[in-house]
């Protein structure tokens, strides 16, 4: 059974607009929760992260908003740009083995599309 | 700082042989994680190390294997290639491996098990 579920395989968007990617978790436990954005042939980049004790945080044109009592996540991007296309990852952590957070639980990601 | 590295990029085996890849991580990382990516399955977390101990272990059968050196660097090992080991070998990075730490990843190894 999925932990973490990105229910919108694609999201395409017009260029300046506001891009909105969800993300929703099944376990309580999940502490920490990251976005990843990731181009064919390469490994993901870290965009931002959020803490369970935080429900929002930002960076940049990045916005990520945690809503633990729905165990929902989502990532706004504002404004949109081209160079945005790209498939998105939500990752959660729940602490694993000893407090490590090696073990990173990834939704299969949305493919954003930003269109000029 | 330099990003992490893996190598090689690109590999083609056949079925029964077995592949090492390799992952330098950031410098000062500690923790190396290694993941799968396939179509089917997305990202799946294989194993970690930090200071040479596997401290967690995903759902893999154990024809994968890992280890690392003292120097953080990672190798993973698949015996025994099965066609379904076909994927993007992703290892990922971080200072401590703590619950806050962002994990960085490389770009990857692609394996082709014909």
């Known amino acids: 059974d999925q932990q973490v579920k990105q229910n919108s395989p694609s999201l395409s968007v017009q260029e300046g607009r506001i891009s909105i990617l969800n993300c929703d978790y099944t376990?309580?436990?999940?502490?920490?929760f990251l976005w990843y954005k990731k181009y064919p042939a390469e490994g993901p980049t870290f965009l931002i992260s959020i803490s369970s004790i935080k429900d929002k945080n930002e960076d940049g044109r990045f916005t990520v908003f945690l809503n633990k009592s729905a165990k929902h996540l989502s990532l706004h991007i504002v404004p949109s740009q081209p160079g945005d296309s790209a498939v998105y990852f939500c990752a959660a952590s729940d602490g694993g083995y000893g407090g490590s957070q090696g073990n990173l639980i990834f939704g299969k990601g949305t493919k954003l599309s930003v269109k000029p | 700082k330099a990003g992490v590295t893996q190598t090689p990029r690109y590999l083609i085996k056949t079925r029964g042989q077995q592949v090492t890849l390799s992952c330098s991580p950031i410098?000062?990382?500690?923790?190396v994680s290694w993941y799968q990516q396939t179509p089917g399955q997305g990202l799946q977390f294989l194993f970690e190390y930090f200071s040479e101990t596997q401290r967690n272990k995903g759902n893999f059968p154990g024809r994968f294997s890992g280890r690392q050196f003292s120097n953080s660097r990672s190798e993973m090992n698949v015996s025994t290639l099965e066609l379904g080991d076909s994927a993007l070998y992703l290892c990922a990075s971080s200072p401590r491996g703590s619950d806050t730490d962002t994990q960085y990843f490389g770009p990857g190894t692609r394996l082709t098990v014909l």
């Open positions: 376990n309580s436990m999940f502490d920490y």
């Open positions: 410098s000062g990382h500690r923790s």
